[in-house]
């Protein structure tokens, strides 16, 4: 309740409430009109006391007034802080970008429900694609056909070349083992003459041990004689000569120096062979030969005489196999072979020699030989092969170990060098040496 004090200054100062603000407004200083000023009056004002209150210690600073201009400015802003026509902006911006992922979803959902159906198909068009992809196809084809053709005179070139090549080379390797074929022959005829050469030297013995040392012992007296500074040369030529005349003599007795026990002239003799060859049908210059039908007599016996190296001095048996058996001088062991031919530089025709031999031998005793010797099988004494490339008379040594003494050797040839119609058997010499203790060897059944 108001105070008479506050009423009486209300009454006597009258205030409206305009006159609060002490900011110039051109409308609040212009005078109020009538009835407002009437019904102002009939509205009682609340005045407050003016008066100053006595200050108390918790009071705190007034805050100063803010002016209503200044309000009102403030009133346009937003609680952002942003004015409210932009925050309306982006709310409408935000608006329609949703709206437009609506319609672009909805959109889609169509679609998918929806299909568009496939537009139908140009059959000309279509058939124009079939028209290329068959010319496409054509072409391929002739490309391949092409190639192929091409690949094959291709491959037909290079097989005649390969061809051509095979057999140029092939030819160059026939000629060059040919040629190596016949240096190996040439060579493994020389070896053998070799060979042959170093076995005669063996067996003929050219030094013996006691003139061996005969000649070492003339050269020690030689020696011991003189000043022992030079030796007697003449005594030394003397001596050799004498060695070398005697080891000629006993070559030149038989060719080979080797003793033959199956020599007609010392006893041995032809006691069977295969069947003979009819010199009297053969005709031409072989006809005019001393031997087999166009002699009188039986010709055997040149198979076991020297034939010094004289054409047609052998004797002929008919074929390219047969035998011969000879009974030797006596029984010995044999040591040796020897087949003979007419040499290759004076011979008319060399494809009647035999080539490959067999040798057997056995003991065969006589009625009045006491004991009488058992009779067993005939025994193998050696095999080999006559060589046209080597020497005319050509030496085999018995190969057949523990060879007893044996009387009778048969010579069996299965082949020639090329005749079909006879085989010429110049000589037959059989080795050997006479036993202290005789051991009769095998005999035929």
Known sequence: MASPSVSAAAVANPVTP????????PIASRPPSAAATAALRKRPVLLLDQRPHPSTPTSRTATPAVPPS???????LSASGRPRWQTALSVAAKNAALFAVLIYLGDQAWRWAHPVPLAPLDQAALEGYNARVDD????????????????EVVDRKIDGEVGAARGELAALLEEKRLALEGQLNLLGARADELNDALGGIKWMEFLRKHEFEAFLDEIKETLGSDSGSEVDLDKVRALARDIAMSEIEKHAADGIGRVDYALGSAGGRVVRYSEAYDAGKRGGLLSAFPFGGGDSGDQSHKMIQPSFGEPGQC????????FVEIQLRKGIIPDAITLEHVSKDVAYDMSTAPKDCQVSGWYQGTPTETPPSPAVKMYTLTEFTYDLAKNNIQTFEITASDVGIVNMVRLDFTSNHGSSALTCIYRIRVHGHEADTPRIASSPP
Not at 70 to 76: F, L, S, V, W
């Open 136 to 151: 496409v196809e054509a072409s391929l084809v002739r490309t391949f056909r092409m190639l192929q053709a091409q690949l």
């Open 70 to 76: 200044q309000a009102r400015r403030k009133r346009g």
């Open 18 to 25: 305009l006159a609060l603000d002490p900011s110039p407004n």
């Open 315 to 322: 004797f002929p048996l008919k074929g390219s196999t047969g």
